[in-house]
């Protein structure tokens, strides 16, 4: 069986990534996780492989209800009566990690999900052996040791409840500050071995997606950035049919996230500085921040040939395909990045993961009749505003201040993006101010676009604030003393303006 697992060159009426495909397939078990990792890794597979291990059945053998309910008695005693006796005879989802029922307590549908069992030692270095004899030269690097010993790593991951049990209660005490809806744990039938939560209605992303709904994809590129840049966690194992979007709401729901990733605080800011250069087309910038996001510090040398990397590297050509720009550039960039004899973080290859699925799912949605969007760059601002909005607060803080500043070059972009939507619309002339100031009128009066006057007055007090934290300190005592106040004055004005918009 080892010896004959191999990709054979492209022949006519063959495609070497619907070989590579069926072989995992035919093997199942932990090559289906592999494959699993392998979705989206641009830095290893061209495009015919990553097209063709997408259409892999997902569907992993479940947990036996009767194992189930017997972990539940186990774990919740009397509480778990009611939840045994409404378990549904089938899963509601069955994962490489988890398999959920729906039951009901208290009278409320509830998500009932526990573990998979772990894959063995021995299994695992059965399959480490096996993979070896994958054939074919475009294959040969997923076969690599750093490759296999992050798979091993991205595995073990998610074999305990207990990381995404700490993940979803810190998330329930900030629930009403995120702009995606995360499960909220039923903390009373919730243990390390069994996580309950009230289950949500929805449609599921996919379905969105092959109906051309451009915007659904929109709404998991704020998920994805969002986790980065204010949870400080990149998932893992991004479904698209983990994802849904209940009738009448515009707030995505995730109904599961198990293989979560915690980014180090040291290097989130870094992380928002290199989405936001490769936003803005920054090439310089995007090298520094990516060198940092690997190894932790700026080397000269590696920058300079990480930038000669990227700019002999070809492009993935798409044919008839068309693929939003930004998540291109990502793409490249991590190629480019592969390339380095470097180790990489398993959070950043996850991050870039996801990005390049978001390129992917959107150039679906465009396929099915969809708008062509940039997604990533549309779910960006959202993000930045948010984020603004909610730190506001915080700039008081000198720390906060020079750490922001210094750090977030995000600000800066998200600023001149607001400032300068506004001024195309008033080049467009879309925009007007109407304001009664009659004796009889108890509040002024705004005609169709004029809610833009708060968006430009947030990009200018942000350029403004943002230049006094960067230049404020070359000035001399008595006026540092101006500035300080000029700054509080700015904060000042900024809250009071986001918080009408």
């Known amino acids: ?36 990792f392998l979705l989206w890794r641009a830095d290893l597979l061209g495009l015919d492989y990553l097209t063709a291990l ?60 526990v573990a998979q069992e772990p894959v063995s030692a021995s299994a695992l270095a059965e399959f480490e052996e096996g993979i070896q004899y994958l054939g074919n030269a475009d294959v040969s690097r997923v076969t690599s040791p750093v490759v296999l010993t992050e798979f091993r790593t991205w595995l073990r991951q998610a074999e305990s409840c207990v990381t995404e049990r700490s993940y979803l209660e810190v998330l329930r005490t900030a629930s009403e500050q995120t702009m995606v809806a995360y499960p909220m744990l039923a903390e009373e039938i919730t243990t390390n071995a069994v996580l309950c939560w009230p289950w949500i ?70 992380g928002m500085k290199y989405l936001a250069a490769v936003l803005e087309g920054r090439t310089s910038l995007a090298v520094q921040t990516l060198v940092k996001l690997t190894v932790g510090k700026s080397t000269a040398k590696m920058e300079a040939d990480l930038l000669g990397l990227m700019s002999a590297l070809e492009p993935e050509l798409k044919v008839s395909l068309w693929f939003p720009e930004s998540a291109a550039s990502f793409e490249s960039n991590w190629r480019a990045l592969s390339r380095l004899d470097v180790a990489r973080p398993l959070y950043l290859n996850c991050l870039h993961r996801n990005l390049i699925g978001m390129g992917y799912w959107t150039a679906e949605a465009v396929a099915a009749g969809g708008e062509k969007t940039d997604t990533l760059a549309a779910g960006h601002w959202p993000v930045v505003e948010r984020m603004v909005k909610l730190n506001a607060a915080r700039f008081l803080q000198p720390a906060v201040l020079t ?19 506004f001024a195309e619309e008033i080049r467009d002339n879309s925009v007007s101010l109407e304001v009664d100031l009659g004796a009889g009128s108890s509040k002024a009066k705004r005609q169709a676009g004029g809610s833009s006057g708060s968006s430009v007055l ?40 986001a918080r009408v918009r």
Do not use: H
Request: charged share 20%; with cysteine.
């Open 201 to 270: 209605e929805g449609e599921p992303v996919s379905a969105l997606v092959r109906r051309g709904s451009v915007e659904a994809v929109t709404q998991v590129a704020v998920s994805v950035l969002e986790q980065f840049c204010s949870l400080s966690v990149v998932d893992a194992e991004l479904d698209w049919d983990a994802m849904v979007l209940p009738e009448g709401s515009q707030r995505l729901v995730v109904r599961r996230v198990s293989r979560p990733l915690a980014v180090p605080s040291s290097q989130v800011n870094v």
């Open 54 to 113: 997408r259409e892999l059945p997902r569907t992993v053998p479940p947990v036996p209800r009767d194992a189930v309910l017997k972990t539940l008695r186990l774990e919740l005693g009397e509480r778990a009566d009611e939840l045994i006796n409404e378990l549904s005879a089938a899963p509601v989802w069955s994962t490489l990690s988890r398999t959920a029922y729906l039951s009901a307590y208290k009278g409320i549908r509830m998500v009932v999900q």
């Open 1 to 36: 069986m080892l010896g004959a697992f191999e990709v054979p060159a492209r022949v006519e009426g063959t495609s070497p990534g619907k070989k590579l495909r069926d072989a995992f397939e035919q093997l199942g078990g932990v090559y289906l996780a592999f494959a699993e």
């Open 458 to 497: 947030i990009g200018l007090l942000l350029i403004g604030l943002l230049g006094i934290l960067r230049w404020g300190g070359m000035f001399p005592g008595p006026q540092s003393a101006v500035v300080a106040v000029g700054t509080v004055v700015l904060l000042a004005l900024f809250w009071a303006v």
């Open 403 to 421: 750490e922001w500043s210094v750090g977030l070059g995000l600000l800066g972009f998200g600023a001149m993006r607001e400032a300068n939507r």
